[in-house]
């Protein structure tokens, strides 16, 4: 049975830095596209990054480009987020999903393994 753990949040000043890191279990990781996405309370669940299974593609949202990186390496089953410059509107809960596909999306009804989550905290 696939099963998604995420780690690395916690609680950070604004401008700081955090790495989430998902450890995948399963042989068909390195099939599928990963995403991470985020939410806040009281918001829907947004998408802000994903990584093809090759690595050659990857997407983030307008609200995070430039500041956040996603990575992924199939030999170890882990995708990271590393995320740079942190704003107190980054403050969410943050879940890694695999996709149905290689390719990688944006449509959060295209991811369809999921982990529990992990909290990220940005204080102003």
């Known amino acids: 049975q696939e099963q998604l753990v995420e780690s690395g949040g916690g609680l950070v000043q604004a401008g700081g830095s955090l790495r989430l890191s998902c450890a995948a279990s399963?042989?068909?990781?390195?099939?599928?596209?990963m995403g991470w996405f985020r939410q806040a309370p009281g918001r829907e669940r947004e998408f802000v990054a994903g990584?093809?299974?090759?690595?050659?593609?990857?997407y983030y949202s307008d609200s995070v480009k430039g500041r956040f990186t996603i990575s992924r390496d199939n030999d170890k089953n882990m995708v990271d987020l590393q995320m740079n410059n942190l704003k107190p509107e980054d403050t969410a809960v943050y879940f890694c999903?695999?996709?149905?596909?290689?390719?990688?999306?944006?449509?959060?009804?295209?991811?369809?393994?999921w982990g529990q989550g992990t909290q990220v905290t940005v204080s102003s």
């Open positions: 999903a695999r996709g149905k596909y290689a390719l990688v999306s944006k449509e959060l009804n295209e991811y369809i393994v």
């Open positions: 399963g042989s068909t990781f390195r099939n599928y596209a």
């Open positions: 990584i093809s299974w090759s690595s050659t593609t990857t």
